[in-house]
């Protein structure tokens, strides 16, 4: 029976949903529509227009070109081979006419490659978070440190499907999920825009592939690229993200930075972009007609293909047009002067660069990231008074590690091992650490044997996976992972796609002597994405996922073990239990098609078990959700239908649920998924507390694309509403709701 104050509770919430309306549209300077007041001007639309064509006007075709490209690569590139701070690699402006630069400094961690920068976790960490507020304060820390280094163009937003978990990359991005995925690159561009520095999402698009990135087409057809992905770009673009980055990669046989369809008729036909595209570094750009005719603005990071020489000689040949030189550049002048700003640098100071704020900010990520699956007889959260001796190994256990070395490399001041963690939150208790090289089996089994507790550290490390940089590596079949002379140097990380899934040799040795000396046995894993744990997940008492960390990483692990710190990440993937019903990935292929399926999609479709679903994560507490409501029985054209649930924590530790909102399409007359994610929510609760949350569901979010009509249609019939804590929860809530009147 429904109680009597729920229609009074959904008009209370449709005037609280209205309000916060209003005040987005008030805040909308942080977005690239409203930039202008976010900026300090006062330019209109039309003052806007008449200040970039009056600089067209004004504009000789070297300056124009100039605005074409990127320069100071090759001081960039030096400096970050030998170890040296970098500058940031420049773009345009002129100083005749009062066009800014373009500033450029990377990525999605932290500033890339600057000494003492703060070290954030890897983005897969963060959508581990399932946290869009703690994003958004990461992407303004990020861009308080850009500022104060002098950029005001961000690479932060790496924001590509994990198709597949072996994808070297795969550390940053979000996770699987469009949906998910979408929600926290948004966040990331709010933060980061706030400060005036212009965001740019990469890599458009279907960039989930590292060791032949430069070269492979990846095939698929319309409705899996609408409904895939690019939906997690197009929330971005709405969110107004300053840029965009093409990806390296062929799409449907066309490289993806003179791709007319996805730079022209997607991108700003149909989602009204109004900001710049740029290329991928170095080989993003191989035609300079088809770039200009696709829409490729700026060539990053110099004039390889858009040089004055090349585009004077298309001109002359009458190839190009100087108005179609004209069309491309507009973007980029009025995106600048959207985001231009007269601020002193005594705003944004140097000493912001790594300062104490931003650490700790890095420590709550890591903390609040970090996804418990397995705590057999509540093994954990350990109790430092009744621990006596804690013996300590893993080949990760005294490494300073926080991802891969291309890209978006991080240097900070310090990172802090688990090793020195753990010891430093133990310093002053009565507890006697011992590390034990998991090498010496022997050593390992007896000590183990005489412990309280064991903690093995294990997983990957740069040179396993992340970005692939090829002139330090070898990246043949049947040698991915040969060295050769710079990467012995140390000066390269072998990096790329992982060939396999599971933990080395080594590692999973290392388990089995710990265990066969104690049951207490702990498992911390570190990896940039899912590692399956079927050799050894029986023998151990407690698994914990702690991906790259960041700097602050062995605190705030000390401080989960030890429950200080209630863990509340989730996955935002899929572990499988056999990666054999994963999608087919080879990273050395020329072609690779892309279904519509993969990570949970692909499980749920094919009904294969899963070893831990995706939004899986276990708590030091328990939480109960529990009295699902809809605001309707029927959604209709233009209408919203709102859902609400309670969620409890009934456990004696504060700690966070995230609710998790899944509409299915079981009625479907179409190919469709089983279930996808539409809503997710955390919630942070004292013992016994509770708390209402609500969803939203709009026609658009239950839409599929019509490749025939080239549109976005809803199915007439009825859609299934799960709620609970997982894609695979066994106590999800459930109701259905029936959808009318839809062509």
């Given at each position: 029976?429904?109680?009597?104050?729920?229609?009074?509770?959904?008009?209370?919430?449709?005037?609280?949903?209205l309000?916060?309306?209003?005040?987005?549209?008030?805040?909308?300077?942080?977005?690239l529509?409203?930039?202008?007041?976010q900026?300090?001007?006062?330019?209109s639309?039309?003052?806007?227009?008449?200040?970039?064509?009056?600089?067209?006007?004004?504009?000789?075709?070297?300056?124009?070109?100039?605005?074409?490209?990127?320069?100071?690569?090759?001081?960039?590139?030096?400096?970050?081979?030998?170890?040296?701070?970098v500058?940031?690699?420049?773009?345009?402006?002129?100083?005749?006419?009062?066009?800014?630069?373009?500033?450029?400094l990377?990525?999605?961690?932290?500033?890339?490659?600057?000494?003492?920068?703060?070290?954030?976790p890897?983005?897969?960490?963060?959508?581990?978070?399932?946290?869009?507020?703690?994003e958004?304060r990461?992407?303004?820390?990020?861009a308080?440190?850009?500022?104060?280094?002098?950029?005001?163009?961000?690479?932060?937003?790496?924001?590509?499907?994990?198709?597949?978990?072996?994808?070297?990359r795969?550390?940053?991005?979000?996770?699987?999920?469009?949906y998910?995925?979408?929600?926290?690159?948004?966040?990331?561009?709010?933060?980061?825009?706030?400060?005036?520095?212009?965001?740019?999402?990469?890599?458009?698009?279907?960039?989930?592939?590292?060791?032949?990135?430069?070269?492979?087409?990846?095939?698929?057809?319309?409705?899996?690229?609408?409904?895939?992905?690019?939906?997690?770009?197009?929330?971005?673009?709405?969110?107004?993200?300053?840029?965009?980055?093409?990806?390296y990669n062929?799409?449907?046989?066309?490289?993806?930075?003179?791709?007319?369809?996805?730079?022209?008729?997607i991108?700003?036909?149909?989602?009204?972009?109004?900001?710049?595209?740029?290329?991928?570094?170095?080989?993003?750009?191989?035609?300079?007609?088809?770039?200009?005719?696709?829409?490729?603005?700026v060539?990053?990071?110099?004039?390889?293909?858009?040089?004055?020489?090349?585009?004077?000689?298309?001109?002359?040949?009458?190839?190009?047009?100087?108005?179609?030189?004209?069309?491309?550049?507009?973007?980029?002048l009025?995106?600048?002067?959207?985001?231009?700003?007269?601020?002193?640098?005594?705003?944004?100071?140097?000493?912001?660069?790594?300062?104490?704020?931003?650490?700790s900010?890095?420590?709550?990520?890591?903390?609040k990231?970090?996804?418990?699956?397995?705590n057999?007889?509540?093994?954990?959260?350990?109790?430092?008074?009744?621990?006596?001796?804690?013996?300590?190994?893993?080949?990760?256990?005294?490494?300073?590690?926080?991802?891969?070395?291309?890209?978006?490399?991080?240097?900070?001041?310090?990172?802090?091992?688990?090793?020195?963690?753990?010891?430093?939150?133990?310093?002053?208790?009565n507890?006697?650490?011992?590390?034990?090289?998991?090498?010496?089996?022997?050593?390992?089994?007896k000590?183990?044997?005489?412990?309280?507790?064991?903690?093995?550290?294990?997983?990957?490390?740069?040179?396993?996976?992340?970005?692939?940089?090829?002139?330090?590596?070898?990246?043949?079949?049947?040698?991915?992972?040969?060295?050769?002379?710079?990467?012995?140097?140390?000066?390269?990380?072998?990096?790329?796609?992982?060939?396999?899934?599971?933990?080395?040799?080594?590692?999973?040795?290392?388990?089995?002597?710990?265990?066969?000396?104690?049951?207490?046995?702990?498992?911390?894993?570190?990896?940039?994405?899912?590692?399956?744990?079927e050799?050894?997940?029986?023998?151990?008492?407690?698994?914990?996922?702690t991906?790259?960390?960041?700097?602050?990483?062995?605190?705030a692990?000390?401080?989960?073990?030890?429950?200080?710190?209630?863990?509340?990440?989730?996955?935002?993937?899929?572990?499988?239990?056999?990666?054999?019903?994963?999608?087919?990935?080879?990273?050395?292929?020329?072609?690779?098609?892309?279904?519509?399926?993969?990570?949970?999609t692909?499980?749920?479709?094919?009904?294969?078990?899963v070893?831990?679903?995706?939004?899986?994560?276990?708590?030091?507490?328990?939480?109960?959700i529990?009295?699902?409501?809809?605001s309707?029985?029927?959604?209709?054209?233009?209408?919203?239908?709102?859902?609400?649930?309670?969620?409890?924590n009934t456990?004696?530790?504060?700690?966070?649920?995230?609710?998790q909102?899944?509409?299915g399409?079981?009625?479907?007359?179409?190919?469709?998924?089983?279930?996808?994610?539409?809503?997710?929510?955390?919630?942070?609760?004292?013992?016994?507390?509770?708390?209402?949350v609500?969803f939203?569901?709009?026609?658009?979010?239950?839409?599929?694309?019509?490749?025939?009509?080239?549109?976005?249609?809803?199915?007439n019939?009825?859609?299934?509403?799960?709620?609970?804590?997982?894609?695979?929860d066994?106590?999800f809530?459930?109701?259905?709701?029936?959808?009318?009147?839809?062509?």
């Amino acid at each position: 029976m429904k109680k009597p104050f729920r229609n009074t509770f959904f008009l209370s919430l449709f005037i609280q949903i209205l309000l916060m309306s209003l005040i987005k549209e008030n805040n909308y300077a942080m977005t690239l529509g409203g930039a202008r007041k976010q900026a300090g001007h006062a330019l209109s639309e039309e003052e806007l227009d008449k200040w970039v064509t009056d600089r067209l006007a004004q504009m000789s075709l070297k300056e124009k070109v100039y605005e074409m490209h990127g320069h100071g690569m090759l001081r960039y590139g030096i400096r970050m081979l030998l170890g040296l701070p970098v500058k940031p690699v420049r773009a345009g402006g002129s100083k005749r006419l009062g066009i800014p630069e373009l500033v450029f400094l990377d990525g999605p961690r932290g500033v890339s490659f600057v000494r003492g920068a703060t070290a954030f976790p890897v983005t897969m960490a963060r959508g581990a978070s399932w946290d869009p507020h703690l994003e958004e304060r990461i992407g303004e820390a990020i861009a308080r440190e850009m500022k104060a280094l002098g950029a005001n163009y961000s690479g932060a937003v790496c924001m590509n499907l994990l198709r597949h978990p072996g994808w070297g990359r795969a550390q940053e991005t979000y996770g699987e999920d469009p949906y998910h995925v979408g929600e926290m690159a948004v966040a990331l561009v709010k933060g980061i825009q706030r400060h005036r520095v212009q965001a740019c999402l990469k890599h458009f698009a279907a960039n989930s592939m590292e060791n032949n990135r430069f070269g492979g087409n990846i095939s698929m057809d319309i409705r899996t690229l609408y409904e895939v992905y690019l939906p997690h770009f197009r929330k971005a673009v709405h969110a107004g993200a300053a840029s965009v980055m093409s990806a390296y990669n062929k799409l449907n046989g066309e490289y993806c930075g003179h791709h007319k369809f996805l730079l022209t008729n997607i991108l700003r036909n149909e989602w009204g972009f109004k900001g710049y595209v740029t290329s991928d570094w170095m080989d993003g750009l191989h035609d300079a007609v088809k770039g200009i005719q696709a829409g490729m603005q700026v060539e990053m990071p110099s004039g390889k293909v858009y040089s004055y020489r090349n585009i004077s000689k298309l001109l002359r040949e009458g190839r190009i047009t100087m108005q179609q030189i004209d069309e491309l550049i507009y973007p980029v002048l009025r995106t600048k002067k959207l985001f231009s700003t007269d601020t002193g640098k005594n705003t944004y100071p140097r000493a912001l660069v790594g300062c104490r704020e931003h650490r700790s900010l890095a420590r709550e990520a890591a903390e609040k990231s970090m996804v418990l699956l397995k705590n057999e007889n509540h093994l954990l959260p350990l109790n430092k008074v009744q621990i006596h001796k804690l013996v300590i190994t893993g080949s990760l256990a005294d490494i300073k590690e926080t991802g891969d070395h291309g890209s978006s490399w991080v240097k900070p001041r310090y990172v802090v091992s688990a090793l020195e963690g753990i010891r430093s939150y133990l310093q002053n208790e009565n507890t006697k650490v011992e590390y034990v090289s998991y090498r010496n089996r022997a050593k390992l089994h007896k000590a183990c044997s005489e412990a309280d507790a064991v903690i093995v550290i294990a997983g990957t490390t740069y040179r396993d996976e992340g970005e692939y940089i090829g002139m330090g590596q070898n990246r043949r079949r049947d040698k991915p992972h040969k060295k050769t002379f710079l990467t012995r140097l140390g000066i390269l990380g072998l990096g790329g796609d992982r060939p396999h899934l599971h933990l080395h040799p080594h590692d999973v040795e290392a388990i089995q002597a710990a265990s066969a000396g104690h049951s207490r046995l702990i498992v911390c894993l570190i990896a940039g994405s899912a590692i399956t744990v079927e050799e050894w997940q029986q023998q151990v008492g407690a698994i914990l996922h702690t991906f790259y960390g960041g700097m602050e990483f062995g605190h705030a692990l000390a401080r989960v073990l030890f429950g200080e710190v209630n863990p509340s990440g989730k996955l935002p993937f899929t572990v499988p239990a056999d990666a054999s019903h994963l999608p087919p990935f080879d990273s050395y292929a020329e072609e690779v098609h892309y279904g519509y399926y993969h990570g949970y999609t692909l499980f749920d479709k094919t009904n294969q078990n899963v070893r831990y679903p995706f939004g899986f994560g276990l708590s030091y507490t328990t939480f109960e959700i529990s009295e699902l409501a809809l605001s309707s029985r029927t959604l209709c054209p233009g209408d919203t239908l709102y859902i609400t649930a309670k969620v409890k924590n009934t456990g004696n530790r504060s700690g966070a649920e995230v609710v998790q909102l899944y509409i299915g399409f079981g009625h479907s007359t179409l190919d469709r998924p089983v279930k996808l994610l539409r809503g997710f929510q955390k919630v942070y609760l004292q013992p016994a507390e509770h708390r209402e949350v609500a969803f939203i569901i709009k026609p658009e979010d239950i839409s599929y694309y019509d490749p025939e009509l080239k549109m976005w249609r809803v199915e007439n019939m009825p859609h299934q509403i799960w709620i609970g804590k997982s894609s695979r929860d066994n106590h999800f809530l459930s109701d259905i709701f029936t959808v009318e009147g839809f062509e």
